[in-house]
C-alpha cells in the first residue's frame, strides 16, 4: 500500500493541481529518501561521483514540487506558499507545520478531500 503512494506520485509526474493527503506526501518523502540513500551507498561502493543519486534526484524534482503543492492543496494554501523553502529554518518550520496539518475534511477551492472524497467526514466523537 506505501510503494503506492510512491507510485501514485510519479504517475503524476507534473500534476499540480489538486489534493494529496500527508499519507501521500509523507510516504513519497520517506520512499524517496531511502532511494536516494540507497543510491549513494552504491556510489560509493563503485567510486561513482554522484552521478546514480544525481539522475533519480533530477528525476523526482517535478513529481516531489508536485506532491508539496498538492500538499499545501489539502489545507487551502497556494502552492506559492511553497516558496517559503527560501527561508532558511523558519520557512522550512512552517512548510512542516503545514505538511503535517490534516487536510480540509470538505472540498475546498482545490477539489474535494482525497480522504473523504465528495462524501461528508465521518462525525467527530467527543
Known sequence: MQLNYYL??????????????RAEFWWFTLISTIVSVILQVIEQAIGLDSILSGLYSLG?????IGVAIRRLHDTDRSGWWLL???????????????????????????????KYGMASPPPAYS
Open 8 to 21: 501514485e506520485v510519479l504517475k503524476k509526474y507534473v500534476v499540480f493541481s489538486g489534493r494529496a493527503r
Open 60 to 64: 523526482v524534482l517535478l513529481p516531489s
Open 84 to 114: 517559503l523553502a527560501l527561508i532558511p529554518i523558519l520557512g522550512w518550520i512552517a512548510l512542516l507545520v503545514f505538511y503535517f496539518q490534516d487536510g480540509d475534511q470538505q472540498p475546498n477551492q482545490y477539489g474535494p478531500s482525497p
